[in-house]
DNA sequence: CGATTCATGTAACGGGTTACATGATTCG
DNA sequence: CGAATCATGTAACCCGTTACATGAATCG
């Protein structure tokens, strides 16, 4: 859905064609969604055919042809129900990359504060390279902002994780795995 | 990766057969990640194929019979090469959620913030009962942790949107979207 | 006694990715 | 002149979900 949002939105502020809405999503909003290639002309394809969008053919000289794509009447109203179920809609995020941290007694507590400590070089990096690209076009800047957050709170828990496992606080949760001694679920 | 960590790390502290381990899941630890049934079974299905894990099949009476698993020795190995993997890697969530909100001056502000009050109250509705579940086993309360952090963070970020919309100081931020007025790709 | 739980599984589908193909043009 | 860019697309694959099937046991 959101895709189909994303492509609508931007079609109703630009005719445009997929190669170049591909690229714009790639260089401004791959921090927050992405969308390879044939993905969106996949999707592009699919709205053309049940009308949300029209397109016309272009070719200047002997250059590839582009079909530039716009928006239907019908397409904007499928555009504001989609926004509409989305804004008011709330799906939490996946976070896998946690799911790791719940097995961290099956390896030496100093090499998980260091496997630990790259990870949080490259969430450091990534964060960075987020704030760099701050200045987003029109209300883009807002889902950098969003995305700078969640990243920053990763990083303080990170941080706090790692700090708890140097000095050794963890005990308290240290998680008893006693080579299958415990058997509380019961078969 | 991240489900085969899971369905592994389980297996090394217990051994364990499917429909169990996808009850454990789902009712403790559906908040981090998903995993139905069948994907269940199929993950399991290819481990044993390579020998990560190994089962015998149990019946009891006339009951379905049950396939309980253990993990290998390969398995142990293995397990350990994903978590390192992961633990030294960061792989951020995709945040689709936040698409949306680069749109909003498609609908008019007083709709936009009476969608988003609905939006907060299914993410506080969430984040209440993920509260509740804060007792998790072991190392799982970890996961529980994070993820409540990334949905306050979500809840403050909201709040703060929200409140920007009302008081109408978005206008900064407004996008002038002039009906296709703005051509500032060069096609 | 009908519905739910236990326990396994298959089939079909959905939606995304990777890899590959094409053919002109422009860059180094 | 070879490599990258422009612009479209297809085919194969991966991996997850939904829906369906089975058959005994147990619950209300």
Redesign the interface.
């Known amino acids: 859905m ?1 895709r189909k ?2 492509l609508l ?1 931007l079609l ?6 997929g190669y ?1 809405l591909n690229e ?1 999503i790639d260089t401004h909003i791959e ?4 969308l390879k290639k044939p993905t969106t002309y996949r999707i592009l394809h699919k709205m053309a055919e049940e009308g949300w969008i029209e397109f016309k053919e272009v070719q200047e000289g002997n250059r590839p042809f ?1 079909r ?1 794509y716009s928006i239907t009447s019908q397409g904007e109203l499928e ?2 129900k ?3 179920k ?22 030496p507590l100093d ?2 504060v260091s ?2 400590e ?2 949080r070089e ?2 450091k990096k ?1 964060l960075q390279t987020t704030q760099k690209n701050a200045e987003g ?7 950098i ?3 700078i ?3 920053s ?2 990083l ?2 990170l941080n706090e ?1 790692i700090d708890h496992f140097k000095s050794g606080k963890m005990a308290e ?1 240290k ?3 006693n080579n ?1 001694k ?4 019961k ?1």
């Open positions: 959101e949002i994303l939105g109703r502020q630009f005719d445009m064609y170049k714009f921090t927050s969604i992405q582009k530039i555009f504001q989609l926004l509409r989305s804004l008011s809609n709330y799906e939490p995020s996946e976070y896998r990359s946690a799911i790791s941290l719940a097995f961290v007694d099956a390896l090499e998980v496997l630990l790259k990870r490259l969430l990534i076009h029109g209300h883009f800047n807002l889902l902002d969003h995305r957050r969640h990243l709170t990763e303080e828990w994780i949760i998680f008893k795995v299958k415990i058997k509380e679920f078969q």
